[in-house]
């Protein structure tokens, strides 16, 4: 049985549709991506997920369970971290697990606190102010947060779609690591079809808007642990990419539409050249035929 | 680079300020006695601007004030500075009851779109009004008091009128509030309570304090209406009296004074507004 599932969702703001008939079920312990196209909807599709908003038709479901609301079981990685400017990295995390473990003492919360901080290797960082940090160590910090609230389901919404390529490998090294040792339930949302070969088991890719929908599965097959450079020379890879890729341009990806409108065209004529500068600068302009009385032609 | 700084921060203010006193000294007036050739004394005023005392005559005059600041010699002749402690108490007390009766409605203002239809042109319509004409009002309203009506009305003005920028700028920061962290709050499932502590006030701080420091100024402002209005010694009550006896200088000193004082608030509350800047 399916642990996250949506079946036949469709979500539009106002006339404007955004996803529709998405289905899609994951299992438990699964590393799933989602690729697309900026703007499709991706984002939309994981507020879906994480209870932010709710579909106009269709249901998400999560443990056989119809999610209605927000809640820490689905742990959100925000594209944009989402860090309390006003606390320090240490404060940022304890106030999630103040809110979501309550009944804690206040050392299970500082060692919880601690470690997260040390797993994502920001020990140094954890008296500072996110203003202080990169976006790299902000990221880290708002997926250190997550990961502290036991989610059942990490849910990561381009989460390095802000950082720079060196940073960004470093981090997906460091997101797949820690995704492998804990064993979540992972759904990574990504517009590139390299990182989410990287970190998934499972690509499903998400044509482009408005309207947009998932397509096949391509699963990866490629062995854990994975490495970049010898990755890019694999053939599987390779093949795998191009798949993803050609579905993405291809017909599959794209939303084909027919919009028919009454065009009006200029009706000018080309400037006529000869006709002389005055002190103010030039009379000539583009005419409208319309405006035209009487033209001579001299043959000869 | 230092120097630089030290110069745009003292030297150019300085000079400035010694500038301006010149032109005051060369535009005011004096009144010369001349002993007409009859043997009686002719008054004559001179200078561009017959009436208006220059800063020599003024320190000469007003010096009593400014030398010893706390003395207290009768309740209508004091030191300056004694007289602007009155003031400042009052102003302490009634920007206080400002900010307390301010930020919450700028929440309530911020949170509540229905709140806002319902007191939004009210508030619209009460802010523009003078401390002049919120004075009589509040006077009346406290009337029963007693001896203690001009104190409460003066309390009434000054924190009716410093209240609304603290209002409206709460009502901004609250609706500035981005949605990124009320998600936080949403998936955390804070309580209510706790998004408000944790989440809605920190985030609105800054904006708060950018009201609190305009709302201190304005306080300031009404003062010295709510003290000649009312009688209440002060430094604005002062300054009235000086004007009812002719003495000009001393207005002069009650005007630079309250200038000073109002500076320094605003300093101040820019210092602590600055502390409470994030991101």
Redesign the interface.
């Given at each position: 049985m399916s642990f996250l599932e949506l079946k036949g969702v469709t979500k539009s703001f106002g006339s404007n549709v955004v996803l529709r008939d998405i289905n899609l079920s994951i299992a438990r312990g699964e590393v799933a991506a989602i690729v697309g196209y900026s703007g499709a909807g991706k984002t939309t599709l994981i507020n879906l997920i994480a209870g932010l908003t709710r579909p106009d038709t269709g249901t998400v479901s999560m443990n056989g369970k119809i999610i209605t609301e927000p809640g820490p079981d689905r742990g959100l990685v925000f594209q944009n971290y989402s860090l309390l400017p006003w606390l320090t990295v240490r404060e940022n995390i304890e106030l999630a697990i103040q809110a979501v473990f309550p009944a804690w003492t206040a050392d299970q919360r500082a060692a919880s606190v601690e470690k997260h901080i040390r797993m994502v290797g920001l020990g140094h960082a954890a008296h500072r102010r996110p203003v202080e940090l990169s976006g790299g160590m902000r990221q880290r910090v708002s997926l250190a947060r997550t990961l502290a609230i036991d989610p059942e389901v990490l849910l990561l919404d381009e989460p390095l779609g802000a950082l720079d390529a060196l940073t960004r490998a470093t981090l997906q090294d460091e997101i797949s690591r820690i995704t492998q040792e804990s064993g979540k339930t992972v759904l990574l949302i990504t517009n590139d079809p390299d990182e989410a070969i990287y970190l998934a088991d499972r690509i499903i890719p998400l044509s482009a808007g408005p309207g947009a929908t998932l397509g096949p599965d391509f699963p990866v097959t490629l062995a854990r642990p994975r490495d970049r450079r010898a990755m890019n020379h694999d053939p599987d890879f390779k093949r795998l990419r191009n798949q993803i890729v050609n579905w993405l341009l291809g017909p599959g990806g794209r939303v084909v539409q027919s919009v028919s409108k009454r065009l009006i065209l200029p009706d000018l004529l080309p400037e006529d050249l000869d006709e002389p500068r005055t002190l103010f600068g030039t009379s000539r302009q583009p005419r409208r035929r319309s405006e035209q009385k009487r033209e001579v032609v001299e043959i000869r | 680079m230092r120097s630089k700084k030290l110069i745009d921060l003292l030297v150019l203010p300085l000079f400035g300020i010694g500038l301006s006193l010149l032109i005051w000294h060369l535009i005011s007036g004096a009144t010369v006695s001349r002993v007409l050739p009859d043997g009686t004394t002719e008054e004559i005023k001179t200078g561009l601007v017959k009436d208006l005392p220059g800063p020599l005559m003024t320190w000469e005059k007003t010096r009593k004030y400014v030398v010893e600041p706390f003395a207290k010699r009768e309740d209508l002749d004091q030191g300056i500075l004694r007289f602007t402690w009155y003031s400042l108490v009052i102003v302490a007390k009634g920007y206080l009851i400002a900010l307390l009766l301010g930020t919450p409605i700028g929440f309530l203002l911020g949170l509540s779109p229905l709140f806002t239809k319902l007191f939004d042109p009210i508030i619209q319509i009460l802010r523009p009004v003078s401390p002049l004409a919120w004075m009589p009002l509040g006077v009346v309203l406290f009337a029963g008091t007693g001896k203690a009506a001009n104190e409460l009305g003066a309390l009434f003005t000054i924190a009716i009128c410093a209240m609304w920028p603290t209002v409206l700028n709460t009502a901004v920061g609250v609706r500035a509030i981005?949605q990124?962290?009320l998600?936080?709050a949403?998936?955390?499932?804070?309580s209510r309570t706790?998004t408000l502590f944790?989440?809605l006030v920190?985030?609105t701080?800054p904006y708060m304090f950018t009201g609190y420091r305009l709302s201190l100024g304005i306080a300031w402002l009404v003062i010295v209406a709510v003290e000649m209005l009312t009688g209440r010694i002060g430094i604005g009550n002062f300054l009235w009296n000086e004007y009812n006896n002719g003495l000009y200088t001393s207005i002069i000193l009650s005007i630079l004074t309250i200038g000073v004082v109002g500076f320094l608030l605003d300093r101040a509350m820019s210092l602590l507004e600055r502390r409470f800047k994030?991101?």
């Amino acid at each position: 049985m399916s642990f996250l599932e949506l079946k036949g969702v469709t979500k539009s703001f106002g006339s404007n549709v955004v996803l529709r008939d998405i289905n899609l079920s994951i299992a438990r312990g699964e590393v799933a991506a989602i690729v697309g196209y900026s703007g499709a909807g991706k984002t939309t599709l994981i507020n879906l997920i994480a209870g932010l908003t709710r579909p106009d038709t269709g249901t998400v479901s999560m443990n056989g369970k119809i999610i209605t609301e927000p809640g820490p079981d689905r742990g959100l990685v925000f594209q944009n971290y989402s860090l309390l400017p006003w606390l320090t990295v240490r404060e940022n995390i304890e106030l999630a697990i103040q809110a979501v473990f309550p009944a804690w003492t206040a050392d299970q919360r500082a060692a919880s606190v601690e470690k997260h901080i040390r797993m994502v290797g920001l020990g140094h960082a954890a008296h500072r102010r996110p203003v202080e940090l990169s976006g790299g160590m902000r990221q880290r910090v708002s997926l250190a947060r997550t990961l502290a609230i036991d989610p059942e389901v990490l849910l990561l919404d381009e989460p390095l779609g802000a950082l720079d390529a060196l940073t960004r490998a470093t981090l997906q090294d460091e997101i797949s690591r820690i995704t492998q040792e804990s064993g979540k339930t992972v759904l990574l949302i990504t517009n590139d079809p390299d990182e989410a070969i990287y970190l998934a088991d499972r690509i499903i890719p998400l044509s482009a808007g408005p309207g947009a929908t998932l397509g096949p599965d391509f699963p990866v097959t490629l062995a854990r642990p994975r490495d970049r450079r010898a990755m890019n020379h694999d053939p599987d890879f390779k093949r795998l990419r191009n798949q993803i890729v050609n579905w993405l341009l291809g017909p599959g990806g794209r939303v084909v539409q027919s919009v028919s409108k009454r065009l009006i065209l200029p009706d000018l004529l080309p400037e006529d050249l000869d006709e002389p500068r005055t002190l103010f600068g030039t009379s000539r302009q583009p005419r409208r035929r319309s405006e035209q009385k009487r033209e001579v032609v001299e043959i000869r | 680079m230092r120097s630089k700084k030290l110069i745009d921060l003292l030297v150019l203010p300085l000079f400035g300020i010694g500038l301006s006193l010149l032109i005051w000294h060369l535009i005011s007036g004096a009144t010369v006695s001349r002993v007409l050739p009859d043997g009686t004394t002719e008054e004559i005023k001179t200078g561009l601007v017959k009436d208006l005392p220059g800063p020599l005559m003024t320190w000469e005059k007003t010096r009593k004030y400014v030398v010893e600041p706390f003395a207290k010699r009768e309740d209508l002749d004091q030191g300056i500075l004694r007289f602007t402690w009155y003031s400042l108490v009052i102003v302490a007390k009634g920007y206080l009851i400002a900010l307390l009766l301010g930020t919450p409605i700028g929440f309530l203002l911020g949170l509540s779109p229905l709140f806002t239809k319902l007191f939004d042109p009210i508030i619209q319509i009460l802010r523009p009004v003078s401390p002049l004409a919120w004075m009589p009002l509040g006077v009346v309203l406290f009337a029963g008091t007693g001896k203690a009506a001009n104190e409460l009305g003066a309390l009434f003005t000054i924190a009716i009128c410093a209240m609304w920028p603290t209002v409206l700028n709460t009502a901004v920061g609250v609706r500035a509030i981005p949605q990124d962290y009320l998600n936080v709050a949403r998936v955390l499932k804070l309580s209510r309570t706790q998004t408000l502590f944790k989440i809605l006030v920190p985030a609105t701080l800054p904006y708060m304090f950018t009201g609190y420091r305009l709302s201190l100024g304005i306080a300031w402002l009404v003062i010295v209406a709510v003290e000649m209005l009312t009688g209440r010694i002060g430094i604005g009550n002062f300054l009235w009296n000086e004007y009812n006896n002719g003495l000009y200088t001393s207005i002069i000193l009650s005007i630079l004074t309250i200038g000073v004082v109002g500076f320094l608030l605003d300093r101040a509350m820019s210092l602590l507004e600055r502390r409470f800047k994030t991101a």
